[in-house]
């Protein structure tokens, strides 16, 4: 088993659509969920930052973590063609060994 | 120039070449990393750098070897490479651990150098 899962896609939506990611992962000492943005040809950009269990918005985005079922989510708001890249959950212990998902590339159409 | 900066930004070379890549971070970071990006897999973290000291090294064949002279500049040395070493290699930056406080440690990542090996 992956230490974590994540569906690689692609996902396609029409814009305004909510869109939902999600991730798996089995170390039960983490503690520490990130979501990353990639575009085409660029590094991961932080995205959202969330520390154990609970929901954190900002703007259009909004992450959750549940801890007991070891998964988490990133949705998307009102969708938009900018937000077509590839999204990365990672998340870490609490020390700078953070582990990824395989990313989900996604696709907002006009 | 801001953030964390990699050159060159691709790279051909064949297997019997040596070359190297270069990071610098100007974000005032302590801690430097090296990753590969391969198609529809997880990041790979390579090297683990802490106040210049290497703290870990995830079983990276040898013909990777990573050079950090200061908290701002990492180096990822390149020879006799396999073909299935092409990828795209990321380096990163984070404030470090061991600060009072501070369990996390967010990375910040440079636009990579795509690396194709004939």
């Known amino acids: 088993q992956k230490e974590v899962e994540q569906d690689p896609g692609p996902l396609s939506v029409p814009e305004g659509a909510i869109v939902s990611l999600n991730c798996t992962y089995s170390n039960s000492a983490f503690q520490y969920f990130m979501w990353y943005r990639q575009y085409s040809r660029k590094g991961p950009e932080l995205l959202m930052y969330?520390?154990?269990?609970g929901n954190k918005e900002d703007g259009r985005f909004t992450a959750q973590v549940d801890k007991s079922s070891k998964y988490i989510s990133l949705f998307i708001r009102d969708s938009q063609p900018s937000d077509s890249a590839t999204y990365l959950c990672a998340m870490s212990e609490g020390t700078n060994d953070m582990r990824f998902g395989a990313g989900t590339r996604l696709t907002v159409k006009p | 120039e801001t953030g964390v900066t990699q050159t060159p930004r691709h790279l051909v070379m064949g297997m019997t070449n040596k070359k190297s890549l270069k990071c610098e971070q100007h974000?005032?970071?302590?801690?430097m990393y090296w990753y590969k990006q391969s198609a529809k897999k997880p990041l790979e973290l390579m090297f683990v750098y802490n106040f210049k000291e290497q703290t870990e090294n995830n079983s990276v064949p040898s013909r990777f070897s990573p050079e950090c002279p200061n908290s701002s500049h990492l180096f990822l040395h390149l020879h006799t490479l396999q073909p299935e070493d092409s990828a795209l290699y990321l380096c990163?930056?984070?404030?470090?651990?061991?600060?009072?406080?501070?369990?996390?440690?967010?990375?910040?990542f440079g636009p990579g150098t795509r690396l194709t090996v004939l």
């Open positions: 969330t520390y154990s269990s």
């Open positions: 974000l005032g970071h302590n801690a």
């Open positions: 990163a930056s984070s404030q470090g651990p061991g600060l009072a406080g501070a369990r996390t440690d967010t990375q910040y």
